[in-house]
């Protein structure tokens, strides 16, 4: 079974705090994805990688940056946290070459920031 | 603009019937299509997918009809059991060989299941 864990459920930030998501999965994947995902507005991607150390910017990527030093871990950084960037954020994972983009979900991260 | 839409928000069907699930793209691109499912406080998973070379994939309970000339897609599932309110996403891909692209999703619709 394909597992990917993300290292809180639930976090609550302070405006202004540097804050980091960590994703990991144990399939060897090499795509990783993180999106946010916000009622009304269904699941937005921030950033994905396809290698290590490699990054693309997604739909709405401001605010955030990523890093992925092992292929196993993808992590999400607000460097400033703020208010608007209240919400939950879902890593997933996919293999490549996939024939069928079937990407796997964590269970996600609720993060509040007051 | 929003490439892939799912326009009802929520849909409540009786146990037994059949659910109904709607889809419309507008990126002629996408050439693969998936569903998934999600429920409270978990991540999304993965339901039933279908290449655009097809224009049904059947899984058990769970079909799913493209049309492509219409750009519209639907998810069938009976008969519904309680088990299946959750909310669905509709996904979205143009990369059906190398998977390195994100996928587009809908809002999502939430299915209530109604005893």
């Known amino acids: 079974d394909v597992k990917v864990t993300q290292s809180s459920r639930y976090l609550v930030k302070r405006t202004g705090e540097k804050v980091f998501l960590e994703c990991v999965q144990d399939?060897?994947?090499?795509?990783m994805f993180w999106y946010r995902q916000d009622p009304g507005l269904g699941l937005r991607l921030i950033y994905f990688?396809?290698?290590?150390?490699?990054?693309e910017k997604g739909d709405i990527p401001e605010g955030y940056s990523v890093s992925r030093e092992k292929k196993e871990r993808f992590s999400l950084i607000l460097e400033s946290a703020s208010t608007n960037q209240t919400s939950m954020y879902l890593c997933?994972?996919?293999?490549?070459?996939?024939?069928?983009?079937?990407?796997?979900f964590g269970p996600g991260t609720r993060l509040t920031v007051l | 603009d929003q490439q892939v839409k799912q326009n009802s928000p929520s849909l409540s069907v009786q146990e037994g019937r059949i659910s109904i699930l709607n889809c419309d793209y507008t990126?002629?691109?996408?050439?693969?299509f998936l569903w998934y499912k999600k429920y409270p406080a978990e991540g999304p998973t993965f339901l039933i997918s279908?290449?655009?070379?097809?224009d049904k994939n059947e899984d058990g309970r769970f079909t799913v009809f493209l049309n492509k000339s219409a750009k519209h897609l639907s998810l069938h599932i009976v008969p519904s059991q309680p088990g299946d309110s959750a909310v669905y996403f509709c996904?979205?891909?143009?990369?059906?060989?190398?998977?390195?692209?994100?996928?587009?999703f809908g809002k999502g619709t939430h299915l209530i299941i109604q005893p």
């Open positions: 997933a994972s996919s293999f490549l070459p996939s024939s069928y983009n079937e990407q796997f």
């Open positions: 399939m060897d994947h090499e795509n």
């Open positions: 990688s396809y290698d290590v150390k490699m990054k």
């Open positions: 990126n002629s691109m996408f050439d693969y």
């Open positions: 279908i290449s655009s070379i097809k």
């Open positions: 996904a979205a891909s143009a990369e059906s060989g190398g998977g390195a692209d994100g996928l587009t």
